[in-house]
């Protein structure tokens, strides 16, 4: 452990971890059990376009979210860019959005021929705020996106009353809250759709992969044919929607055999994220000025991440201890900051007034190391880190200044 403030790497000393401790989940399959699932597909020379693994994984997912339709997809980005431009109706107009949120999301509207339109979130489930899109809905709105965070769900139930009242349709990106409840019911059948992703730093990993959940079955035929370039030939024959823009966004047999082992490992998936949230909790609970975002207390939630808030009772602000800390081997990020209206991710020249919650949000966080390549023993370092930043109260600060001068 560091005993004077010149052994911090920042100034020039040995960083704690020589690899990074990353915070992505990361969890890997027994390699044989892999290649088992994946036998079955080689065994039948279909290795794509729809293969037995898919068909399996699609399955699984479904009863997994207790919903009618799963369709598998090469990532969860092309999902909701599926789902933006099939709601738009081939008309370019906005999707309501957050803006403190993932950095992908304005991205995937203008591929989808739609711009973003930012709204202000819930200061504490930083969901969507019900009243800021109200307020947003106009006539060029063609979809409503709403995002489940890790801590919480939000208030699903009030984003899709404002939808159905405006007719407008509304979808989730639920990455985040794979395996998560709203109401004690599980995530997946909520809104027109849900958005998840198959990415190995997610909970669920298919090396790469997505997928949407839905239980409207027109919808899944749509997204069916969607996925697999529209091929005249393959239409449904109760798809009478001219609008639709194909894609190959097919998942492959090798992916799908990753994810396929993933489901059946997400308990103790979870259950290993508790105890690394749990170790989080008690190493920095006795520090004044830091707290960790909680999660809900009355759903069932996955614990895949640590997000700590640092406010004006620690020396450092979260800028120096996210620079302190990326020197010492943390591979982390502020949390949804800058908010996506401020960042280089907005369309030039959109015109975005001040979203409060959000803009005092994207200050306060830090994201922690977490997933299967961080020990309980790493985060009690990293804990004590924190301790040591304390102790030093301002020198740190002040010589991280001066560095900067
Ligand atoms: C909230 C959120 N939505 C969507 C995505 C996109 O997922 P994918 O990498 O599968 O395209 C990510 C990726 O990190 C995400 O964090």
Same mark, same amino acid.
Request: charged share 20%; net charge negative; hydrophobic share 25%.
């Given at each position: 452990m560091k005993s004077h403030i010149d052994e911090l790497a920042v100034f020039g000393g040995p960083p704690l971890f020589a690899t990074p401790r990353p915070i992505g989940q990361l969890s890997t399959p027994d390699v044989e059990n892999y290649l088992e699932v994946l036998k079955e597909s080689f065994d039948a020379r279909h290795?794509?376009?729809?293969?037995p693994v898919v068909r399996k994984l699609e399955k699984k997912l479904a009863a997994f979210h207790e919903v009618s339709h799963c369709i598998c997809l090469a990532n969860a980005g092309l999902g909701l860019m599926m789902l933006m431009q099939l709601f738009s109706g081939g008309k370019r107009g906005e999707v309501i959005m957050p803006?403190?949120?993932?950095?992908g999301l304005p991205h995937f509207a203008q591929w989808a021929g739609q711009m973003p339109c930012f709204c202000d979130v819930d200061?504490? $489930?930083?969901? /969507?705020g019900v009243k800021s899109v109200e307020k947003s809905i106009?006539?060029?709105?063609t979809s409503i996106l709403g995002v489940c965070n890790f801590n919480d769900p939000g208030d699903i139930d009030g984003l899709t009353r404002i939808a159905r009242n405006h007719a407008v349709p509304v979808f989730l990106d639920s990455v985040y809250a794979v395996g998560s409840t709203y109401k004690n019911k599980i995530l997946g059948?909520?809104?027109?759709a849900e958005v998840y992703s198959l990415h190995a $730093?997610?909970? /669920?990993?298919?090396f790469e992969g997505g997928y949407i959940t839905t239980n409207d079955d027109e919808l899944a035929q749509k997204l069916v044919w969607q996925r697999n370039f529209t091929i005249p030939g393959l239409r449904p024959c109760t798809v009478h929607f001219e609008s639709i823009v194909g894609i190959n966004a097919k998942l492959n047999e090798m992916h799908a055999a990753m994810a396929i082992l993933s489901i059946d490992m997400i308990d103790d998936i979870i259950a290993r994220n508790f105890q690394r949230f749990d170790a989080y909790r008690r190493g920095l609970?006795?520090?004044?000025g830091l707290s960790l975002l909680p999660y809900s207390q009355k759903e069932k939630v996955n614990y895949q991440m640590a997000v700590v808030e640092i406010d004006d009772?620690?020396?450092?602000n979260r800028d120096q201890m996210l620079t302190l800390l990326r020197a010492e081997g943390c591979g982390i990020s502020p949390y949804y900051s800058p908010p996506l209206h401020l960042s280089?991710?907005?369309?030039?020249g959109l015109k975005v007034s001040d979203l409060p919650t959000t803009q005092n949000l994207a200050k306060k966080y830090l994201q922690l190391p977490v997933g299967e390549l961080v020990s309980t023993e790493d985060i009690e370092n990293i804990c004590q880190l924190f301790f040591f930043a304390q102790k030093w109260d301002g020198e740190i600060s002040a010589r991280l200044k001066r560095k900067v001068s």
């Open positions: 290795l794509t376009n729809d293969g803006a403190f949120s993932y950095r200061p504490q $489930t930083h969901f /969507l106009t006539e060029r709105t059948s909520f809104t027109d $730093t997610k909970l /669920l990993n298919g609970e006795t520090i004044s009772k620690f020396p450092l280089e991710h907005c369309p030039p």
